[in-house]
């Protein structure tokens, strides 16, 4: 991977010669930092293999909290690394990185999991340097730097109809060794075979059909999602079969998936991470990038639970794009927002979103309450309906690729967020979210038949993020977006609480005329009071438009709607949550 090509996409060299440390220190230095890694990789095993006992208990309330656990236990142990090698805490003034990456190189080399090792390094450096400018002779800044250790079997089983297709298709079933019996083996087999008749016509005969299945479940909220390939003579398709539990703890297949679309909603950006064993995890990515050639490589580490490295990859793609494309950064299209300036690359599907220095009087918020809520948005079930997020500090671009309009913008709205360094402009803190079509725009130009589509989804985002103990806060169509898929996703989350801290109200009835007519409510209002029938009144300014999304969802337009909700998420319930749309699901009984 070279970037020559591109001087001001390259990552400024050092200005400073380091200053050398000897071998002994650099080599101890070096085996730290793995022994953290290692621990990381332990613990985040350890919770990911968990999730097979979640699943057979139906501990759903656990599996949230787990999630939030992985995620974190990456800056723990980085933390502790930086407690053990005093060498390397921020302030030691340490000049030896170049050293310490050399020894640390010969270490991780021929491992399996070499390049999220690289990764784990890269987040010591960037904590030791307080995030300052990215050295490429300090940093695993490219890929391939080590070499990776291939899997002692192949990671997928390969599955043939030599004996039939329905004792293949039981094969494949009962290969997991799940703890729980299946409620009806054979109605499972009929409709899977029945589905994939349907969906793939061009599967003729079954004769020469090849199945190819990860051996590792792919477990997200009360699911395990078996994955893997359908190959007929010289065509294949993905393959999805998504096992559920009755209440009585008995195993069902939900439906089957088989198409790259369909699959790829299912590792769609809106969605939590899975828990999936990641032994190889370069492996494993290569094999669903394979089954869904417009994933980025990026996407498919964060879809695995490894964000820290979909991160390092994301920036990896990042420059190189840079280095093959000459468009400019121009401000995002819509509706320009209260709390961050949003940019965009035309020819990359990426947003910047930079919090501005000065917010909207109607915006009661600080800076770090922003950031609270992007990081609850991070660790909580986002159920297909909120983008998920990449936080950057000191992310550098080449200045001479913005246009003049958005440069202005920056300057005025977030200055102290930007430094300008001969032609780099370097922000101290951005977030990056993948781009979609803003819903108000959408709908402005779309048919009858989009129109009402896109309105019903609007409505089923609310209600699922609702379920999912979401209140969006501001829901206005401008904070919305669509997805090539079609399905509306929440992107603005500044406004964002626990449904359950809010206090759902009708408005009360006015006591005089002159109530009534007042400018002002005549009832008082608190901070978590919201008044559901005021959404009507203020999410839509077409009479056409309100009137079709009130025929769909008109019960968000009333109080009681929302304080069932919350009745159920404070009794312990937790809404099913399906990747794929529900007249896909299999009829049962």
Request: proline share 5%; with cysteine; net charge negative.
């Amino acid at each position: 991977m070279t970037h020559q090509s591109n001087p001001a996409a390259q990552p400024q060299p050092s200005r400073t010669l380091p200053v050398k440390i000897n071998t002994e220190q650099a080599r101890h230095t070096a085996a730290t930092i793995y022994e953290g890694f290692r621990s990381y990789r332990s613990e985040y095993a350890v919770i990911t293999r968990r999730a097979k006992d979640r699943f057979e208990q139906g501990a759903w309330s656990n599996v949230q909290q787990a999630g939030k656990e992985r995620l974190g236990a990456y800056q723990n142990y980085v933390a502790q690394v930086l407690q053990a090698a005093p060498i390397v805490r921020p302030g030691s003034g340490l000049r030896g990185w170049p050293s310490i990456k050399s020894a640390y190189s010969e270490i991780i080399n021929n491992t399996a999991d070499a390049e999220l090792a690289e990764t784990f390094f890269n987040s010591i450096h960037r904590e030791h340097t307080s995030d300052g400018p990215v050295h490429a002779e300090q940093m695993f800044l490219y890929r391939g730097s080590a070499q990776l250790k291939p899997p002692e079997e192949p990671i997928a089983k390969v599955y043939t109809t030599q004996n039939g297709v329905v004792p293949m298709v039981k094969e494949i079933l009962n290969d997991f060794g799940f703890g729980l019996p299946w409620r009806n083996l054979d109605i499972d087999v009929g409709n899977i075979l029945r589905s994939l008749a349907e969906e793939r016509k061009e599967i003729i005969s079954a004769q020469d059909l090849v199945v190819e299945v990860i051996k590792s479940p792919f477990y997200r909220n009360k699911g395990a999602y078996l994955i893997g390939k359908l190959i007929h003579k010289d065509q294949q398709w993905p393959l999805a079969l998504p096992i559920l539990t009755t209440r009585d703890g008995e195993l069902y297949v939900d439906t089957l998936i088989c198409d790259a679309d369909e699959m790829s909603v299912m590792f769609s950006f809106t969605r939590s991470y899975f828990m999936v064993d990641t032994r190889h995890p370069s492996e494993l990515v290569s094999f669903l990038e394979n089954l869904l050639p417009n994933k980025k490589r990026s996407e498919l580490y964060a879809s695995i639970g490894l964000h820290k490295h979909g991160k390092t990859e994301f920036y990896r793609g990042f420059l190189d794009h840079l280095a093959t494309s000459d468009d400019s950064f121009v401000v995002a299209p819509g509706i320009k927002g209260m709390v961050m300036a949003v940019f965009t690359l035309p020819s990359y599907q990426t947003v910047f979103k930079v919090i501005k220095d000065k917010f909207a009087p109607q915006k009661n918020i600080t800076r770090d309450e922003v950031v609270a809520k992007y990081h609850v948005v991070k660790t909580h079930d986002r159920v297909g309906r909120m983008a998920d997020t990449q936080e950057f500090e000191n992310f550098s671009f080449p200045r001479d690729r913005f246009a003049g309009e958005l440069l202005d913008e920056l300057r005025q709205v977030c200055p102290s967020s930007i430094t300008e360094e001969g032609n780099q402009i370097i922000f101290r803190h951005l977030y990056t979210e993948r781009q979609m079509t803003p819903l108000n725009l959408y709908i402005e130009d779309c048919s009858e038949q989009e129109l009402a589509s896109a309105l019903d989804e609007y409505g089923n985002a609310i209600k699922q993020l609702a379920a999912a103990n979401i209140f969006p806060g501001d829901m206005l169509l401008k904070n919305f977006g669509i997805t090539r898929h079609g399905r509306v996703v929440f992107y603005d989350y500044d406004e964002i609480s626990y449904l359950t801290d809010m206090n759902f109200r009708e408005i009360p009835e006015a006591r005089t005329p002159e109530e009534e007519m007042a400018s002002e409510p005549w009832y008082s209002i608190a901070a978590e009071d919201v008044f559901p029938e005021e959404f009507q009144r203020f999410l839509f300014g077409r009479r056409h438009i309100k009137n079709l999304f009130t025929q769909m969802h008109g019960d968000l337009f009333e109080a009681s709607y929302w304080r069932s909700l919350q009745a159920n998420i404070n009794q312990g319930g937790v809404s099913d949550v399906f990747p794929y749309r529900r007249k896909k699901r299999f009829k049962r009984d």
